[in-house]
């Protein structure tokens, strides 16, 4: 494996556990429609960093809407009634599915995509301006 990719898992991993730390911290810190909508975000946000942590070279945009996408299909997914079933007998269903439609929710996840695109952008640059100074360019 390529160091290049062990380092874009290596910060995958980094950047799914600090989503994972703030969107307990924001849960534990604030309440309703705060601490919601920003699960929701953050919850995009999460699967862009596993989406990056699956396919380490692929570029900012394909894994915010891949990350978008899923987001989004779990949610119309909860039209069916299927999620809210396997959430009453679980609770990582519940934390992962979401049991009940709501319409903000895909706005929200667009709010999570178009972060996650940022800081994935952003650090993207970042490695590809440092790449290019090693290499004496």
Same mark, same amino acid.
Do not use: C, N
């Given at each position: 494996m390529s160091s290049g990719r062990s380092r874009s898992r290596a910060g995958a991993t980094v950047a799914a556990a600090l989503t994972l730390a703030l969107g307990l911290?924001?849960? @534990?810190?604030?309440?309703?429609?705060?601490?919601?909508? !920003? $699960?929701? /975000? #953050?919850?995009?946000?999460?699967?862009?960093? &596993?989406?990056?942590? @699956?396919?380490?070279?692929?570029?900012?945009?394909?894994? !915010? $809407?891949? /990350? #978008?996408?899923?987001?989004?299909?779990?949610? &119309?997914?909860?039209?069916s009634g299927v999620p809210a079933e396997l959430s009453a007998r679980s609770v990582i269903a519940r934390l992962v599915l979401g049991s009940t439609f709501n319409p903000p929710d895909l706005f929200w996840y667009a709010v999570g995509a178009a972060l996650g695109w940022l800081v994935h952008r952003l650090v993207h640059a970042r490695i590809a301006r440092r790449s290019h100074q090693v290499a004496g360019c």
């Open positions: 911290g924001i849960r @534990a810190a604030a309440a309703g429609d705060v601490a919601k909508y !920003a $699960g929701d /975000a #953050l919850y995009t946000v999460l699967l862009q960093a &596993l989406v990056v942590l @699956a396919v380490p070279r692929v570029k900012p945009v394909a894994a !915010a $809407g891949t /990350a #978008l996408g899923i987001s989004w299909a779990i949610e &119309l997914w909860q039209l």
